[in-house]
């Protein structure tokens, strides 16, 4: 079977959205949607001291044509972090137990939606 292929016109539209694609500028504004992400952790950590909302920073990795940003918080009780705690309860020494409240995702959540409008309107004004 013999397929074929003809075109009239110019791929310049093609040719200028491919070349746009590979300078990655689209991965420029991750900085300030990790800085974004810290400051809503920051202040929707329920916290009484302040050290665990004090404690979130963010990374930025590149692993072959991939990106991420990990948000990570550093306040750690007796081996166990605190955001986790807070975020799904735990076990009193006493034999209790503290419900855990979800803070995380609602407060992420925008900066999600933030980071999918932004790529989004790259990718579609390439």
Excluded: C
């Excluded at 746009?20 to 949607?33: A, E, H, T, V």
């Excluded at 503290?98 to 579609?124: C, H, L, M």
Aim: zero cysteines.
């Amino acid at each position: 079977m013999l397929v074929s292929f003809q075109s009239k016109g110019s791929f310049r539209k093609t040719e200028n959205f491919l070349k746009n694609m590979s300078k990655r500028q689209i991965f420029r504004s991750l900085d300030g949607y990790g800085r974004q992400g810290v400051a809503a952790l920051s202040s929707a950590t329920p916290s009484s001291s302040g050290l665990a909302a004090n404690s979130w920073s963010y990374e930025i990795g590149k692993r072959g044509n991939s990106y991420s940003i990990t948000w990570l918080n550093y306040d750690v009780e007796n081996g166990f972090p605190v955001a986790i705690m807070l975020q799904y309860g735990y076990a009193t020494g006493t034999g209790g137990y503290v419900q855990g409240r979800d803070y995380i995702n609602p407060a992420i959540r925008p900066i999600f939606d933030k980071i999918a409008e932004s790529v989004w309107k790259e990718v579609t004004s390439a």
